[in-house]
């Protein structure tokens, strides 16, 4: 299996850089928001060591791509985003977007970034099938996947435990043939992607 290139993929008002090693402080920092957390799936903040294992993990895995999301405007990284998972003989892949600057949230960032990787996994990368798991009380997060063409495919009951409570995680994915029927999202709009 051969490796991702290296790219940024750049929008209207937010541009997706790979990850880097400075940015691992901001990353601990939301993932160690106990709301943030919980609204992703985590059952646990993320300490130093956490962040800086996952991130030797992330440079060793060849089947993932991770970005650190940033705005345009004062060029100020507001979250994190990625391909995980990404199984090329099946042409399948798992997708999260992660706006962990609270002040970034409710603004239209994540839908801007979700059709920036969308169009990076169908068009360049040439899967088939991207996929998400929800936790099933995060209605925003249903609402904001099913606004990108996801579709509910599968609950995982009870797959969820955190402060003394059970919640079902929703499965959801979208087709390359799905994909761009969005008027919304024209395929033209989504991206523009430049080697680093």
Known sequence: MSTVEKKSLIGERVFLRPFEKRDLTLSQRWLSDSELIRL?????????????????????D??????AIASKKGNRVIGEAGLLRMDRPR????????????????????????????????????????????????KDALRFWE???????????????????????????ILENEYGKDKKCKKTEACVLGKL
């Open 91 to 138: 042409r399948s892949t798992d997708m999260t977007i992660i706006i962990g600057e609270k002040d970034a949230r409710g603004k239209g960032y994540g839908k801007e970034v979700g059709r920036l990787l969308l169009s990076y996994a169908f068009e360049s990368l040439k899967f088939h099938r991207v996929s998400v798991g929800v936790v099933g009380f995060n």
């Open 147 to 173: 606004s990108l063409g996801f579709k509910k495919e599968g609950v995982e009951r009870d797959a969820y435990f955190y402060d003394d409570k059970y919640s079902d995680c929703i499965m959801m994915s």
């Open 40 to 60: 992703i799936g985590e059952v646990a903040p993320w300490s130093r060591t956490d962040i800086k294992k996952w991130y030797k993990d992330l440079l060793a």
């Open 62 to 67: 060849k089947d993932q791509v991770w970005f």
